[in-house]
């Protein structure tokens, strides 16, 4: 790290992209970046449409024992987070573009046009697959099951509980009992749900990523997350992507389907390992 920590600044990579009539220069002007400063070009003489675009920022907030601190930080994750989608989401409203990973740093801009120099033919290659393509996030949370508590308050001033009568002992593990009943009902019920979806993401995406479900902060809302697919959705089949995923899951009980998008591809950026769905034809 000696080298670096000669340097008052680094170079912040965002996203590798397409700059064939090279107005990407005016998408960028004036966009603040990660810590707020501006954001650059940087390519190679050999193939000058395919580019990178980076910015400075601190090397003391992101050399490598600092980052990982940072990366703790929630607050610090969200803001660094953020600047960097809204970088991407601006290249990606003119251009085809493949994200890189958040907090990707290089030591100048000389080290991302050797990176670049290196690369470049498998960048450009991804980008031309990517073209005109766009990703949907599709989650499934199996919501809280009823508990004994919310059936209790449910229950008319004069109907008896279903466990009166009973001992304390056997009444505690009859309401056990209908509790694991209840859950084990909502996953099938999940299941069911993520069959259908799936079937109906593949009329139209061309790709699936399963990224493993979010737990803690991280999952939003009640319930908890079950799915956490990425598709690759061609953007003309977009808008039927979302209505027919939302559609298949109508009707099934104690199951939220959550659609997010569409995204720049974050996930599709290099070739996943399996292989890609198959269109359904017309």
């Known amino acids: 790290m000696t080298e670096t920590d000669s340097h008052d600044t680094i170079s912040y990579a965002y996203a590798v992209a397409r700059d064939a009539d090279g107005a990407l220069e005016d998408a960028l002007a004036g966009l603040p970046g990660v810590a707020d400063a501006p954001v650059r070009l940087v390519r190679t003489a050999q193939q000058a449409d395919v580019v990178v675009a980076v910015g400075p920022v601190p090397a003391q907030d992101f050399l490598e024992d600092a980052l990982r601190a940072h990366l703790e930080d929630l607050d610090w994750l969200e803001s660094v987070a953020r600047a960097h989608h809204r970088v991407i989401e601006a290249l990606a409203a003119r251009t085809t573009v493949l994200p890189l990973r958040l907090a990707t740093v290089y030591l100048d801009d000389e080290r991302v046009r050797l990176m670049l120099e290196t ?17 949907w996030g599709v989650k499934i949370f199996v919501e809280a099951a009823e508990t004994s508590e919310a059936a209790e308050a449910a229950r008319q001033p004069d109907e008896p509980p279903p466990d009166a009568g009973l001992s304390p002992g056997r009444a505690y593990l009859s309401r056990r009992r209908a509790q694991r009943h209840a859950r084990d009902d909502a996953y099938r019920d999940a299941e069911r749900a993520a069959r259908r979806v799936e079937d109906a993401a593949r009329a139209h995406a061309v790709d699936r990523v399963q990224h493993r479900p979010q737990q803690g902060e991280l999952a939003r809302g009640p319930g908890e997350n079950v799915v956490n697919d990425a598709y690759l959705v061609p953007r003309e089949h977009a808008e ?23 995204w720049a591809p974050y996930s599709f950026a290099t070739p996943a390992d399996a292989e890609p769905l198959e269109r359904a034809t017309p």
């Open 119 to 135: 690369r470049r033919q498998a960048f450009a290659d991804r980008l031309s697959a990517l073209e005109a393509q766009v990703e």
């Open 240 to 262: 039927s992507f979302h209505a027919d995923v939302l559609r298949a899951a109508e009707g099934i009980p104690g199951v939220r389907i959550e659609i997010t998008g569409p």
